[in-house]
């Protein structure tokens, strides 16, 4: 009777094929690696290279994963497929918004540079070569392509088609934070001036002096608003229109967190104004007028007004007012740092902007607290020298 192979032992061979009329010459290792439980078959696995000594490592290394139950079977799927995989069945724990962008990264960086490499194939230096080739893409964007693949490839580890995650170690360009540049009274005057009488009048406005994200903007409804409280609840936000149809208009804010902005007089004038103006569309519409989910921002023809929309009609705004540069979130910015300058304290900016922590708040708004405490002490050195010289 034959005698069984162990498990973890192999053989090393040398071959030679023809190709073209070209010989090629190579060393193949086989390890036996399991059982089939069906049928009581060795299940064997192998490995090539150029040289002996190449494959004899693989080998010993696939010996030692064996023997000490740390094997795992190369996985025969493309990276492309398992991506297709892991979109499909293990991107429901993140935001609509953010599974959008993650499929679009996919779809038109990824895959078209990996997508046809096996699963088993993809190893550290391939990762790091590919990283390195995203020229054309910000910092902040190189940095999402991995964190997309990482957790691709993560997934694929915990269930075992990979051994371990050969991303983990890749090298990343230096995630340099981009400079904050708020708008000052004069640009956010010359703004509000480009707007009057525009769709985006009170929207603008509103951006200004509440720190309100454009898709909280877009998706805010009257019911959210209390005029008498002077206050606005931000609990949900405007899908981008391309997951209207499976996922709904609404989802969840950017942090995932309720918060309830207690706003100006200010801002509630603008919102008893935007309700005037929209009274006034419904009116001109006469039936047709159909604000099935109370929003609060709406065209003339009773369409949402999408962050795409507004994004278009805000480049008009910039040109007009000479901003050009400026982009809407920056109004976001110039809220923080206005409400810094009025002496909020950073908990309640905090609360405002919707941010996870003060720390985060701090990292993002903290220099601008330092220079209007020096600004404060100028002030009062000044006051202090004209004083004694009196």
Request: glycine share 6%; net charge positive; proline share 4%.
């Amino acid at each position: 009777m034959a005698k069984r192979a162990a498990q973890g032992s192999g053989t090393i061979r040398k071959k030679t094929v023809t190709r073209n009329g070209k010989q090629y010459t190579y060393w193949e290792a086989r390890i036996t690696v399991g059982r089939d439980p069906g049928t009581g078959k060795q299940i064997q696995q192998s490995f090539s290279g150029k040289t002996q000594k190449e494959v004899r490592e693989k080998m010993q290394a696939a010996a030692v994963a064996v023997n000490t139950g740390t094997y795992t079977p190369p996985s025969k799927l493309t990276f492309s497929e398992w991506l297709d995989i892991w979109t499909a069945e293990y991107l429901s724990s993140v935001k609509h918004n953010t599974a959008d962008t993650y499929k679009s990264m996919i779809r038109t960086r990824i895959k078209p540079v990996l997508g046809a490499v096996k699963l088993s194939d993809l190893n550290p230096h391939m990762m790091q070569t590919f990283i390195n080739g995203l020229e054309g893409l910000s910092t902040g964007s190189v940095h999402l392509v991995y964190r997309i693949i990482h957790a691709a490839l993560e997934k694929a580890v915990r269930l075992e088609y990979l051994p371990k995650n050969p991303i983990s170690h890749c090298s990343l360009p230096k995630h340099e934070q981009k400079e904050i540049v708020p708008l000052d009274d004069a640009q956010s005057a010359a703004l509000l001036r480009a707007a009057k009488g525009t769709v985006l009048e009170n929207f603008v406005a509103l951006a200004l002096f509440t720190g309100m994200r454009i898709s909280e903007l877009s998706g805010l409804t009257w019911d959210r608003v209390d005029t008498k409280a002077h206050t606005i609840t931000v609990d949900r936000q405007l899908l981008k229109t391309q997951l209207w149809k499976t996922d709904g208009l609404f989802g969840s804010p950017k942090s995932g967190k309720t918060r309830v902005l207690k706003v100006a007089p200010s801002a509630i004038a603008i919102l008893k104004d935007q309700h005037r103006k929209q009274a006034q569309m419904r009116l001109q519409a006469g039936e047709a007028w159909n604000n099935e989910h109370d929003f609060v921002f709406t065209t003339p023809e009773c369409d949402p007004l999408t962050p795409s929309r507004v994004s278009n009609v805000f480049k008009i705004l910039l040109d007009e007012s000479g901003l050009q540069g400026v982009r809407f979130h920056d109004l976001r910015h110039t809220y923080a740092v206005n409400a810094i300058r009025a002496g909020d304290d950073i908990k309640s900016i905090q609360g405002n902007l919707g941010h996870a922590s003060v720390a985060f708040t701090l990292d993002k708004y903290g220099h601008f607290t330092e220079k209007m405490k020096m600004d404060s002490a100028a002030r009062m050195e000044a006051f202090i020298k004209s004083t004694l010289n009196l």
